[in-house]
């Protein structure tokens, strides 16, 4: 049994002031097999003080400076790679090909962020005036359970390049996989005060860096639904915020796409993460014309995919984290069936062989309207929703139509084409013929997917603040 007792305060593991619990449960077989002690107002307030002191030194830190501890991190997480991807998989459920692609991502963020940095001017003239980009002081950084180590990696990573100090608020489900992170972070020997991380629930730990007024920036990832609430609080002390939140991404099939690869390949996407995935494209938007012959390859697809145990390297679709989320996704499958769509794989209940664990079965509906709730609310789970389109225009209009904006997929034999598509959609960020990332491209959500971009250039500069100097 895992007893996870400290918190990581000015460069120690501490003991938390707070007292309460939070029992950590293997999803795949439902199993207890740990516990993590819970950090209080007190806790955020003395991590909070650590990086604010930190600060002061820390935001007059050179650029190589600053490299030199980006290169320590990436080295110290780096060694124990297999053993993030180990402890992803059996805390968190994710599969095994997903959890190497996110510890990757998270080791990455290190090196990428040294590459931005590296061409990055502090100081610029702009008009006849100088510019100076200043650090912003100390952020507030607030992960979900999907992929925690990645997140943290990534906005720790651009805080540090722009010379701010940080407090971090991880999910408490992920408490294993940041035990195992903070350790690499310690081993890399950062001078104390620049991270803080304290274990806690978000109306505890989440509400006190939310209002705390030396916080001067929240960078948060999670639900649209928190994400409102973190804005609310911020705006009585003015912190700036980077906000990325829910999606319920389209993924349009155009009339000249070659269905044989693109409907597989839509099917496999939607479940990414297990269905888990806030940019995962549950929206398939095909020609009405071609839905019978979607419908069949859809169907072919979903029966090629194992749900299974996370650990097994072909399982596509491990279970969802918790019984509450698998709960979750259930009463959606539920409510399609009841707004009228037609189920055409997976359903209710789960696969055979695998009712100890949290598992859904892969998913799809089909003639489904957009303004079904299946089509318009994101599900977190393995289910897909295809709808039908008379029409270019129409498809488009049917993309848009929904209060996300986070990413859209686009499938095309004419990348000019499906470019001219892409002009018109409403999204942070949009994916032609595949899936792919781009470290240095700005990502983040239009409408209700959320407030700012990270990544790259555009991601530091979130936590810079621009002052000029006239003279």
Known sequence: MKQINKIYINGEFVTPNGTETFDLINP????????????????TRMAI???????ITFSKTTKEERISLLQKLYEAVSKREDELVSVMVNEYGGTLQFC?????NAISAFTTTITTLESYDFEKTVGHSKVRFESLGVVGIITPWNASNSFICNKLATAIAAGCTAVIKPSEMSAVQTQLLTECFHEAGLPAGIFNIVNGLGNVVGTEITQHPDIAKISFT?????GKAIAKGAVDTMKRITLELGGKSPNIILEDADLEKAIPMAVFGAYMNNGQAC??????????????EVNELAKKAAEQVKVGNPNEADTLVGPMVSTKQFERVQSYIRLGQEEGATLLAGGEGKPEGLESGNFVKATIFTNVRNDMRIAQEEI?????????????????????????GLAAYISSSDKDHAERVAAQIDAGRICINGF????????GGFKQSGIGREYGVFGLEAYLEPKTILA
């Open 380 to 404: 977190f789970g393995p289910v897909l929703s295809i709808i039908p389109y008379a029409n270019e225009e129409e498809a488009v209009a049917i993309a848009n139509d929904t209060t996300y």
């Open 100 to 104: 190497r692609m996110s510890v990757q």
């Open 49 to 55: 003080a650590a990086a604010k002191k930190a600060f």
């Open 279 to 292: 940019i995962a494209p549950t929206r398939l938007l095909v020609p009405q014309n071609r839905l019978n």
């Open 436 to 443: 792919s990332h781009d470290p240095y491209a700005p990502f």
């Open 28 to 43: 795949t077989n439902n199993q207890k097999t740990g516990e993590v002690v819970l950090g209080n107002e007190e806790d």
């Open 222 to 226: 999670g639900s649209t639904l928190t």
